[in-house]
């Protein structure tokens, strides 16, 4: 298993700043995913961030607006850029189990994020 | 494209009951599924997995059948808990990409 760690794990933020958020995980890990889980809804795929690569975008996000890092094979951030009130929501890295099929992944806690 | 529906919630429930949740997909191929819980204040974890039709998962006494002529992964415990009580997903993967796809999630509130 994996042990996966956020901060910060909320944040109130006023509209048109912007917020970085960390992820760290216990073990070297190739592939890291951001998701966001808005109020009431379900988890959505932000991006996957490769270590040494631009990390790849899901339909509908932007890296203008999701840049991410991932300068080691043990961290990653996520930034949420100008923010809006829409922007609002649980935002949550995880990793592939060691071995796994790829579904198989562990989550960090999540960083609550409200926007004002 | 890939998708899962699973049932709404809230699901109330009083300790010991019987519980289902539904879960259905839509996908090409053979996709792998899996139940995430998410208790209060936490993280999602994997709950259990099964990787082709008519594989069982099951764990912590929660068991879900891989049924490919019904395309369902319904979720089962014949005696639930108050320690239970979570925020349950659906999700599958399958195709060229690790990408899951999440259901939107059941609420289950265990009264004791």
């Known amino acids: 298993s994996a042990v996966i760690s956020q901060k910060p794990s909320r944040d109130i933020c006023q509209r048109g700043t912007s917020l970085t958020i960390q992820c760290q995980v216990d073990?070297?890990?190739?592939?890291m995913f951001w998701y966001r889980q808005q109020p009431g809804q379900s988890l959505t795929l932000i991006a996957t961030?490769?270590?040494?690569?631009?990390?790849?975008?899901e339909s509908g996000f932007v890296i203008d607006k999701f840049p991410i890092s991932r300068p080691n094979l043990t961290f990653s951030t996520l930034t949420v850029s100008n923010m809006s009130p829409e922007d609002s929501s649980i935002y949550l890295c995880?990793?592939?189990?060691?071995?796994?099929?790829?579904?198989?992944?562990?989550f960090g806690p999540g960083t609550r994020l409200t926007v004002l | 494209g890939n998708s899962v529906t699973q049932m709404e919630g809230p699901v109330t429930l009083s300790e010991e009951a019987f519980l289902t949740i539904n879960c259905t997909y839509t996908?090409?191929?053979?996709?792998?599924l899996f139940w995430y819980v998410q208790y209060p204040g936490e993280g999602l974890q994997l709950l259990l997995k099964a990787t082709k039709a008519d594989d069982k998962g099951s764990n912590k006494g929660f068991e879900a059948t891989y049924r490919k002529e019904t395309t369902s992964f319904h979720l089962e415990k014949g005696s639930v808990q108050v320690s239970d009580s979570a925020v349950y997903f659906c999700?599958?993967?399958?195709?060229?990409?690790?990408?899951?796809?999440f259901g939107t999630g059941t609420l289950l509130a265990v009264q004791p």
């Open positions: 996908a090409t191929g053979y996709p792998s």
């Open positions: 995880s990793v592939e189990a060691v071995g796994g099929t790829g579904g198989e992944q562990f």
């Open positions: 999700a599958l993967q399958g195709g060229a990409t690790n990408k899951l796809i």
């Open positions: 961030a490769n270590q040494g690569s631009e990390a790849t975008y």
């Open positions: 073990s070297q890990v190739t592939m």
